[in-house]
């Protein structure tokens, strides 16, 4: 575990797991009791739900079985496909899913020292700016001996189910994962930015330029650690996981396992005439229900690549929710991705050193005009320079600059309920270089945001050297 994670709840992990074994009882957690508080905030959607420790539900637990893989999670009775699809991403990543389960081998069971299993579990979440460790207990919801959420091919492989609970502790409970944003569950995974690109205007599709440009910058991430998630937008309810004549389903996260160029030919033929193909590989959350287009897993595309290429890209033929798209089929009918790049890691350390920093300050209605701190868009001009204001510069001739501005998450609290987030936004103002102090006076704006109502927004930008602020708003 880091130095840096601060346990949730002021529930410590090491402590509560030795008071259990000197006291030879199995944890149990007081602050996500094993009843329907912890399963619903708003209707109780499941009955006969009973909890059940591992050992009473299947044979030899393990938290893996044969290691970890994307194949291992598949959805259960919640709708979190885009956290499941965001596990998917996470489980092809060794040094990021051994951040979220820290320590694993001593968290697994052990056949040797069976005395020193506590029932307990701790899980490491990024959580607006810093590290939190999650505890809880190994007691899960099951009907009939079955588990009813996230659960793997395997009976006895728990990781996946475990790790749901835990984020679902984070969030309130497991009716809070209903409908949610891949984007965040992906941040929440690395303590990375993640990058929304709508694919909707079409341009993608027919503009050559602009999709071999996208692939690259899909390519880069992939290459350089960061996960990714795509989705097809649906326009209405009844449009929600409806499956198109295609296979692939509307209103549906999935997860981007793989991104290639893809050599054609077979031979030395191939070798040297270096024909390539831009592909994409996904996986459906609910293990099931592929894309049955060009280069789906029978087509005869296949005879196009040789058996050498076709094993380095691990190509089965087995109806498991993986597939390969090209690029252009994946812009086609695909309307959202959502990139999370990893900043400053060792994935990055041969390519560009990012300048990172992580700022806090609150929206804040005050009686006294001159203490507000909640001065509105733009478009209220008398008031919009009361809002928080950030201070950076860019020291070369031009860079590229990511910014994030995220909201503390209002989805759901036992008592309250599901609350909506606000809509929230951002501007860019060039100021003077030797300015230190708050701008009272307009200066000239640079850049803008979308404003949206989402934890998060994403906001990238080319800017010239100099010194700019960031005015986050409402």
Known sequence: MFSSVKPFMNQQYYTLKKECQKNKVLFEDPLFPPDNDSLFYRTQRVQGVQWKRPKEFCDDPRLFVDGISSHDLHQGQVGNCWFVAACSSLASREALWQKVIPNWKEQEWSTEKPENYAGIFHFNFWRFGEWVDVVIDDRLPTINNQLIYCHSNEKNELWCALVEKAYAKLAGCYEALDGGNTADALVDFTG??????????GQYSTDVNERNELFERVLKVHNRGGLISCSIKATTVADMEARLS???????????????????????LAFFKSEKLDMIRMRNPWG????????????EEWQKVSKSEREKLGVTVEDDGEFWMTFEDFCKYYTDIIMCRLINTSYLSIHKTWEEAVLRSSWIRHEDPLKNRSGGCLNNKTTFLQNPQFVFDVKKPEDEILVCLQQKTKRTTRKDGKAENL???????????????RMHTLQPKVASSVYINSRSVFFRSELKEGRYVIIPTT
């Open 192 to 201: 990375g930015v993640s990058e929304p690109v709508e694919l909707l205007e």
């Open 246 to 268: 295609c296979g692939l389903v509307k209103g549906h996260a999935y997860a981007v396992t793989d991104v290639r160029k893809v050599r054609l030919g077979h031979g030395l």
């Open 288 to 299: 099931e229900r592929e894309w049955n287009g060009p280069w789906s897993d029978s087509s």
């Open 423 to 437: 809509a929230i936004g951002l501007d860019v103002l060039r100021v003077e270089l030797n300015r230190k102090y």
